[in-house]
């Protein structure tokens, strides 16, 4: 039986492992639970393209790099199935993911302070192993049966110097979750680490209030009238073999920030005044539209981590 199939039998396996039940279904890949408190990520069989592909080993290869608790641990590197097919092993996490924390609520502030210091942390190390994660949002972080984050999905990801042996794709129009992502990079303009730090002010932000940063901004009427026809219009060139016309992006983007409102952080739970304060801060901070600006305040991820934990003793 494919290993990428959705319909599983009970005696299935993939590789040396045994399948215990589907786990989920991803844009290009297939996760089971497997013996051994393992789970086993399958490329799916129809999608593999070479940038599928790449995307793929890009994954396993960046998980394999970057250590650390908060960030997915690969517990077996990339191998392939007799039909071709690539899969690897990761630690299994089943706490659920955090959008269905934040659709439950009934946590508290300390929770989005440790959370989020954990994230923080994190990211840090993803950071200072050459590597940019790209799709951090609430659906792309887990939580173990602790209530502990992990960030996964690494499909994304992008080394900062990619050398020849290191080379990560690239994506034409890839960006993840227009919620969680920097706006600069919804317009074409990569920021490094500081597009994966407005991801986290994102995410933050929807963990303490218990709504999305989306819809105080125009990101999505700009997005919508700007980026999607343009988007049509490159793909069907690339599908035809046609020149692609050249977009200044910079000039939406720089539109944008004329309208971009400031972030209001209002708690959807019982706050102490420091903790209100610190929290717009740094929310204001993350969220900062011009990202050469983000970070201005708390200096990098291990500043960021420092502060929630400073916030989380208060």
Not at 171 to 176: I, P, V, Y
Not at 252 to 264: C, F, I
Request: glycine share 10%; net charge negative.
């Amino acid at each position: 039986m494919n290993a990428s199939g959705w319909n599983l039998a009970r005696t299935m396996t993939i590789g040396p492992h045994k399948v215990l039940r589907t786990l989920g279904r991803g844009s290009y890949g297939d996760v089971f639970e497997v013996e051994g408190g393992l789970a086993v990520k399958v490329m799916r069989a129809d999608r593999r393209t070479e940038q599928i592909t790449s995307r793929f080993v890009a994954e396993a290869r960046v998980m394999e790099k970057v250590a650390h608790p908060a960030v997915m641990a690969l517990r077996a590197p990339l191998a392939e199935l007799p039909d071709g097919g690539l899969y690897f092993a990761m630690e299994l996490v089943t706490g659920g993911k955090l959008d269905d924390l934040v659709a439950r609520g009934g946590y508290d502030a300390a929770t989005v302070l440790r959370i989020g210091e954990s994230l923080a942390g994190g990211l840090a190390a993803i950071h200072e192993a050459g590597v940019l994660h790209r799709d951090l949002s609430l659906a792309n972080l887990l939580l173990d049966d602790q209530g502990q984050p992990r960030i996964s999905d690494f499909g994304m990801a992008r080394y900062i110097e990619s050398s020849a042996s290191e080379k990560t794709p690239t994506f034409w129009f890839a960006h993840g979750d227009p919620e969680y992502t920097a706006p600069e990079r919804l317009f074409h303009i990569e920021s490094g680490e500081v597009g994966d730090a407005y991801s986290l002010g994102a995410v933050l932000y929807a963990l303490y209030t218990r709504q999305t940063l989306f819809p105080l901004s125009e990101l999505s009427f700009l997005y919508n009238l700007y980026n999607r026809p343009i988007e049509k219009y490159f793909r069907t060139c690339l599908n035809h073999g046609l020149p692609c016309p050249k977009v200044d992006f910079k000039t939406v983007y720089e539109h944008y920030l004329t309208r971009a409102p400031a972030v209001d952080a209002r708690p959807a739970m019982a706050v102490s005044q420091t903790v209100r304060q610190g929290m717009q801060e740094l929310l204001s901070d993350l969220l900062e539209p011009d990202y050469w600006r983000r970070l201005g305040r708390h200096g990098s991820m291990t500043g960021v981590q420092d502060r929630l934990r400073e916030l989380g003793e208060t």
